[in-house]
């Protein structure tokens, strides 16, 4: 991060010669206030304060470059273990195989998901994304509670597996009782607004009832 000292150095050299001016220019106001009878108190309250806050100016512009240089961690993508594409169109990433029962047609399970627009904006969690706390989902893994296309990616996980998948709009939300709906106004508005589009969720199973 070179370039952000080499940035950085211009802007203390022109504070410095501003400090100089404006030395310069109070003086002369003082010194002509001394000659009209006026106190040159007010002007040398004036030029500390100048000072004191191109101080603080200098001190900031430093905290910046500091900021700037420091390394960036990088975001890494969780490990896919596997890929599967059902018939249905239905896109799945496997990223954490999980433990115990597998999911079947008909059973209830609990689960914790985020859905996101296939261009990656967020649009629906049962997990807070500020507090960590979440509210997770417990659904009849049938066509008639919950949409096709996820019943098809619970299928199969086990307690604790965690899966990334893309559903097209005909296996989601053909209806507005299929679930998960969120049950607050604003989230429910904007999932249903995009029903017509792929939605990608990542979906994490807590438990098979």
Do not use: W
């Amino acid at each position: 991060m070179e370039a952000c000292a080499f940035q950085i150095r211009p802007q203390f050299s022109l504070l410095s010669a501003y400090t100089r001016k404006t030395k310069k220019l109070i003086k002369v106001s003082a010194q002509r206030n001394s000659e009209n009878g006026y106190s040159s108190i007010a002007a040398d309250k004036l030029l500390r304060r100048v000072i004191l806050q191109l101080v603080g100016v200098n001190v900031i512009f430093g905290n910046v470059c500091a900021v700037l240089s420091a390394p960036l961690q990088e975001m890494k993508e969780p490990d896919v273990l596997r890929t599967l594409k059902l018939a249905s169109g239905v896109r799945i990433q496997d990223i954490v195989e999980g433990q115990g029962k597998e999911a079947r047609e008909g059973d209830t399970v609990e689960f914790n998901y985020v859905c996101r627009r296939s261009n990656g904006y967020f649009v629906h969690s049962t997990v807070d994304q500020f507090s960590g706390e979440s509210s997770p989902v417990i659904l009849r893994l049938d066509d008639e509670q919950i949409i096709r296309g996820l019943k098809e990616v619970l299928i199969g996980m086990k307690s604790g597996g965690k899966r990334r998948a893309l559903i097209p709009p005909s296996v989601g939300y053909v209806s507005e009782t299929l679930q998960p709906i969120p049950e607050e106004f604003g989230p429910r508005r904007s999932l249903l607004s995009h029903s017509k589009e792929p939605l990608v969720f990542e979906v994490q199973l807590l438990k098979v009832v």
